[in-house]
């Protein structure tokens, strides 16, 4: 999980991106970077951080251009080096550069055929200069100038990249000289979306991000999601040109987008991220009700942030108060993206206390989007019952984790998640929980779906092992824990942060 943004103007974009990432900082807490172009030349900041902290005044008075992306990163366990932060870059063809958010699952494929093939050289493990360099692979076969670059050599590169590239993919990248381009995985499982706005001088500005937030910090007005496989391109004078690339598109959104990843007040695909929280919060007191019909439930307290949303649902259809009784330190980022468990076991205590008095002598009910290690209900737990509670329960919003992710969300082995191989009871036994309640994934599906029925299928493979793009059996995913067993056991990675003009 990761945010991208994307702006192309008549004026200075290196405020109006910095601003745009903040709004998708929840995306990612490892890594941020800007790219600028100012005609051919571009210039790139990226270190490991915040926003705020990673890209200073000093680096933005040198991010000079009227065109540039942006990346939030949060890296996958050992994975976390300084010079894997995007975005990335290459000077042939062309200088092209790209952010992505996601995950290919044929890198070994791409890796192979761009060293034997494409003779292109790969300077990281990341999969997205591994896109990167795919698009520069098929945009050199064109042997076209810069000059003679035109929209048509571009989409045509596309249906290649389209062809050559599986898994999830939301990415922006500029060609300088030419552009802004942008594009989505056939299947649309990373959100990415479009806005644009008028300019003071009358010309038209567009934006491309992750989550509509982005737009929201700067004006911009929303226009449309990019659509499962389409690519577009925006040139120097303001012109727009979009085109569905892949012959196999077919939208299935990633529904923990919902769940979890995505701001509430963002929309994707036509859904209202909080409508779809509340709508999970109403489905599941109705389980809940038809569980245990006289519940002794005294109080409904959720797990901040993204539970509070179904929270107040649950206590309506159960009618039981509604409290905060965890007080959340906004200090402490969000510990499921942090990547190693050792900073997650280490971050759970700071990151939350309890209000005695709405646990003392009380059967609780907490609620939270999703269970998915387990470490932080296991504590919270704990927590509750140091705080005098009669009685824990939890509802999950979500339905039971089961299944590794391999589109960009960092859950890649089986080991790590409580939900794999155990049935409820073992699961709550574990957590250390009265009763354990979870969504079910007919309910889970139909709380996001009635806010756009025309979406008719989602990607939820962390729940039900169905992976929509094929290619990911049981040998791929044991290569994965194998992999990142091997990386956990090397150095975090060392390297300064990295500025193209001056490095510091």
Same mark, same amino acid.
């Given at each position: 999980?990761?945010?991208?943004?994307?702006?192309?103007?008549?004026?200075?974009?290196?405020?109006?991106?910095?601003?745009?990432?903040?709004?998708?900082?929840?995306?990612?807490?490892?890594?941020?970077?800007?790219?600028?172009?100012?005609?051919?030349?571009?210039?790139?900041?990226?270190?490991?951080?915040? +926003?705020?902290?990673?890209?200073?005044?000093?680096?933005?008075?040198?991010?000079?251009?009227?065109?540039?992306?942006?990346?939030?990163?949060?890296?996958?366990?050992?994975?976390?080096?300084?010079?894997?932060?995007?975005?990335?870059?290459?000077?042939?063809?062309?200088?092209?550069?790209?952010?992505?958010?996601?995950?290919?699952?044929?890198?070994?494929?791409?890796?192979?055929?761009?060293?034997?093939?494409?003779?292109?050289?790969?300077?990281?493990?990341?999969?997205?200069?591994?896109?990167?360099?795919?698009?520069?692979?098929?945009?050199?076969?064109?042997?076209?100038?810069?000059?003679?670059?035109?929209?048509?050599?571009?989409?045509?590169?596309?249906?290649?990249?389209?062809?050559?590239?599986?898994?999830?993919?939301?990415?922006?990248?500029?060609?300088?000289?030419?552009?802004?381009?942008?594009?989505?995985?056939?299947?649309?499982?990373?959100?990415?979306?479009?806005?644009?706005?008028?300019?003071?001088?009358?010309?038209?500005?567009?934006?491309?991000?992750?989550?509509?937030?982005?737009?929201?910090?700067?004006?911009?007005?929303?226009?449309?999601?990019?659509?499962?496989?389409?690519?577009?391109?925006?040139?120097?004078?303001?012109?727009?040109?979009?085109?569905?690339?892949?012959?196999?598109?077919?939208?299935?959104?990633?529904?923990?987008?919902?769940?979890?990843?995505?701001?509430?007040?963002?929309?994707?695909?036509?859904?209202?991220?909080?409508?779809?929280?509340?709508?999970?919060?109403?489905?599941?007191?109705?389980?809940?009700?038809?569980?245990?019909?006289?519940?002794?439930?005294?109080? +409904?307290?959720?797990?901040?942030?993204?539970?509070?949303?179904?929270?107040?649902?649950?206590?309506?259809?159960?009618?039981?108060?509604?409290?905060?009784?965890?007080?959340?330190?906004?200090?402490?980022?969000?510990?499921?993206?942090?990547?190693?468990?050792?900073?997650?076991?280490?971050?759970?205590?700071?990151?939350?206390?309890?209000?005695?008095?709405?646990?003392?002598?009380?059967?609780?009910?907490?609620?939270?989007?999703?269970?998915?290690?387990?470490?932080?209900?296991?504590?919270?737990?704990?927590?509750?019952?140091?705080?005098?509670?009669?009685?824990?329960?939890?509802?999950?919003?979500?339905?039971?984790?089961?299944?590794?992710?391999?589109?960009?969300?960092?859950?890649?082995?089986?080991?790590?998640?409580?939900?794999?191989?155990?049935?409820?009871?073992?699961?709550?036994?574990?957590?250390?929980?009265?009763?354990?309640?979870?969504?079910?994934?007919?309910?889970?599906?139909?709380? +996001?779906?009635?806010?756009?029925?025309?979406?008719?299928?989602?990607?939820?493979?962390?729940?039900?092992?169905?992976?929509?793009?094929?290619? +990911?059996?049981?040998?791929?995913?044991?290569?994965?824990?194998?992999?990142?067993?091997?990386?956990?056991?090397?150095?975090?990675?060392?390297?300064?942060?990295?500025?193209?003009?001056?490095?510091?």
């Amino acid at each position: 999980m990761c945010g991208v943004v994307g702006i192309i103007g008549k004026s200075q974009v290196n405020q109006k991106l910095f601003d745009a990432l903040t709004m998708l900082q929840h995306r990612g807490q490892d890594a941020a970077g800007i790219l600028t172009c100012d005609g051919y030349h571009m210039s790139l900041r990226k270190a490991k951080g915040l +926003v705020v902290d990673a890209i200073r005044a000093r680096h933005m008075e040198r991010l000079k251009g009227n065109l540039g992306i942006a990346h939030v990163r949060y890296p996958t366990a050992g994975s976390n080096s300084e010079f894997e932060a995007q975005p990335f870059y290459v000077n042939s063809p062309y200088g092209i550069a790209l952010a992505h958010n996601g995950n290919l699952i044929n890198t070994a494929e791409i890796r192979k055929d761009l060293l034997e093939k494409d003779y292109r050289h790969v300077n990281t493990s990341s999969d997205s200069e591994l896109l990167l360099n795919v698009l520069a692979s098929e945009l050199t076969k064109a042997r076209v100038s810069l000059k003679d670059f035109s929209i048509d050599i571009f989409f045509d590169a596309m249906k290649k990249v389209y062809n050559r590239c599986v898994g999830g993919y939301a990415v922006v990248g500029v060609i300088a000289g030419a552009g802004l381009f942008a594009f989505r995985d056939p299947n649309g499982i990373r959100p990415l979306v479009l806005g644009k706005k008028t300019s003071p001088d009358g010309g038209v500005e567009y934006i491309v991000a992750s989550e509509t937030v982005a737009l929201d910090c700067d004006g911009y007005e929303f226009v449309d999601d990019i659509q499962a496989g389409e690519a577009i391109f925006v040139d120097l004078e303001g012109k727009l040109t979009r085109k569905v690339c892949s012959d196999k598109a077919s939208l299935s959104p990633c529904i923990f987008e919902y769940v979890y990843l995505a701001r509430p007040d963002s929309v994707i695909d036509g859904i209202s991220v909080y409508g779809a929280r509340l709508e999970m919060g109403r489905r599941l007191a109705k389980s809940i009700l038809q569980t245990m019909p006289n519940h002794d439930i005294d109080v +409904v307290i959720p797990v901040p942030d993204s539970g509070r949303h179904a929270a107040l649902p649950i206590s309506r259809v159960l009618d039981v108060p509604y409290r905060e009784g965890l007080v959340k330190n906004r200090y402490v980022g969000r510990t499921f993206i942090m990547p190693d468990q050792e900073k997650r076991q280490k971050s759970i205590r700071k990151k939350l206390n309890t209000i005695a008095d709405e646990f003392d002598g009380k059967h609780v009910l907490l609620v939270d989007d999703s269970i998915v290690r387990g470490n932080t209900s296991k504590l919270i737990v704990e927590m509750a019952r140091e705080a005098g509670a009669k009685k824990v329960s939890i509802a999950s919003t979500a339905p039971v984790i089961r299944y590794p992710n391999v589109y960009g969300i960092d859950m890649p082995t089986h080991s790590e998640l409580v939900g794999y191989g155990k049935d409820i009871k073992a699961i709550a036994d574990f957590i250390g929980v009265d009763h354990l309640f979870y969504q079910t994934n007919e309910d889970l599906v139909k709380s +996001v779906q009635c806010l756009n029925p025309k979406i008719s299928h989602f990607d939820t493979s962390v729940f039900d092992g169905n992976y929509i793009t094929g290619g +990911v059996d049981q040998r791929y995913l044991d290569g994965l824990s194998l992999a990142r067993e091997s990386k956990e056991t090397k150095s975090k990675g060392v390297g300064g942060s990295i500025d193209m003009q001056n490095q510091e």
